[in-house]
């Protein structure tokens, strides 16, 4: 597990150098590209993990992109970690890949595309509160539509590759059986110790 952290924190700086080599029309609009891997962890990897997973993408991004001691990096944690709460809030309650103790699965369930929808609103959110209590005062009401609309787009477009990915990815469906058996194993060592 823990090379599987540490790959996917690589992964998450290579997406962050790619998405800042891409032109942005502002400067705090970013496609979330360095997502992928956090929206992958979910499925795979405890809470814990995940938070661990979401510091090393926020540093790694603030580092590449010059913005590790400025208010973007703040923005940016504020966002990544509220998307990461909303996100393993919304899976606990609703993932659909896993089965829960009694073997059944959840009331509802929700795809990789409504829980990173999910992620994009409370990071837009929290960017917005952000917003209006550090920089922009009132004034933050004017970007709200753009952030928004941005938003919705980019973890639309972001849930929809991760969907196909996980669905047509081996390597992603080997990491589901590995940690799933690994679960059930340890699941049954702890019932032998009762």
């Known amino acids: 597990m823990k090379k599987l952290v540490s790959f996917l924190a ?7 150098a790619i998405e800042n080599a891409i ?3 502002l400067p705090f609009l970013r496609l979330g590209l360095a997502n992928l891997p956090v929206i992958l962890a979910l499925f795979l990897l405890p809470s814990r993990k995940i938070l661990l997973l979401v510091l090393f993408k926020v ?8 913005t590790l001691f400025s208010y973007i990096f703040l923005f940016s944690s504020g966002g990544s970690f509220a998307s990461a709460l909303a996100m393993m809030g919304l899976y606990a309650l609703c993932g659909n890949h896993r089965r829960n103790e009694t073997n059944e699965r959840k009331l509802f369930s929700v795809s990789a595309v409504g829980i990173t929808l999910f992620g994009s609103l409370a990071s837009t959110f929290a960017q917005l509160f952000l917003a209006r209590f550090i920089l922009f005062g009132e004034n933050a009401k004017y970007i709200a539509p753009i952030l928004l609309v941005s938003g919705l787009i980019t973890g ?3 849930g929809i590759f991760a969907e196909l990915f996980m669905q047509k990815s081996n390597w992603f ?9 690994t679960a059930t194993k340890s699941d049954v060592e702890k019932s032998d110790e009762i």
Not at 10 to 16: D, E, K, P, S, V
Not at 59 to 66: C, E, N, T, V
Not at 173 to 181: Q, R
Request: aromatic letters at 6%; hydrophobic letters at 55%.
């Open 173 to 181: 469906k080997g990491l589901l059986t590995d940690f799933s058996e």
């Open 23 to 25: 032109p942005k029309p």
């Open 156 to 158: 639309l477009l972001l």
């Open 59 to 66: 540093l790694a991004q603030g580092i590449i992109s010059g």
């Open 10 to 16: 690589a992964l998450c700086l290579f997406l962050a």
